[in-house]
């Protein structure tokens, strides 16, 4: 079953905005990533931040979690056209399996 | 070359054909795994295998089989394929050593059965 869920499913905007992706999961996590996926590819790691992390940056990705709100958010800066792609959060549940569930994305449009 | 490499890109495949999507990795990894991904569904784990002696079923296993040839070969199975095994597969590769978990995912499969 799915863990994360994305929010919105879709988003539009104008190159130069920011683009703020959230995803909310149900159990405990060791973990969560965040993957981009342009159309039909294979998606792609942009960053990982671990359950005792609070915020974390990697060139215009800046991510957050709040395990107690089971809750993460990704934001984009100054969004560029190259950036129109799905964008999946994935978590590494605290059960010992030790695989990754994702969610089901949010596809995001970045227009000139 | 690409570092988890998957064949064929596109295939379509008639209702009860039996048909095998394959993996290959460069990359080293330990662990490989199977996806398959629906529109609107996201991607569901098929198959997982930590290591050449390791093989577990995943979220949705039935109607599919693997096998891990090598280290570096990981293949999927559809033993007789239905209009529903319809979607794209991904096959993806991950190594927990020195603490880096991100997967590295292949190109992707599309299968269509007809």
């Known amino acids: 079953s799915q863990q994360g869920e994305e929010d919105p499913q879709a988003l539009s905007i104008q190159e130069g905005e920011n683009a703020t992706m959230n995803c909310s999961y149900k159990?405990?996590?060791?973990?969560l990533q965040w993957y981009r996926q342009n159309s039909g590819r294979g998606l792609v790691h942009l960053i990982l931040i671990r359950s005792n992390e609070r915020e974390k940056h990697s060139g215009r990705l800046r991510v957050t979690l709040d395990t107690s709100k089971k809750s993460s958010s990704l934001l984009i800066t100054a969004s560029r056209a190259a950036d129109t792609a799905s964008y999946f959060c994935a978590t590494d549940e605290d059960s010992g399996y030790s695989t990754l569930t994702f969610g089901k994305g949010t596809m995001l449009l970045v227009s000139p | 070359d690409a570092d988890v490499t998957q064949t064929p890109r596109n295939r379509i495949t008639k209702t009860g054909k039996r048909i095998m999507l394959e993996c290959s990795q460069t990359k080293g990894h330990d662990r490989m795994y199977w996806y398959r991904q629906d529109p609107g569904l996201g991607l569901r784990l098929i198959y997982y295998?930590?290591?050449?002696?390791?093989?577990n079923k995943g979220e949705i296993s039935d109607g599919y089989s693997v096998s891990r040839q090598a280290q570096a070969k990981f293949s999927l199975s559809l033993e007789s394929a239905i209009p529903n095994q319809t979607a794209l597969y991904f096959c993806?590769?991950?190594?927990?050593?020195?603490?880096?978990?991100?997967?590295?995912f292949g190109s992707g499969t599309r299968l269509t059965v007809v």
């Open positions: 993806a590769t991950s190594d927990y050593s020195g603490g880096n978990y991100g997967y590295t």
């Open positions: 159990t405990s996590i060791n973990n």
């Open positions: 295998s930590f290591d050449v002696k390791d093989i």
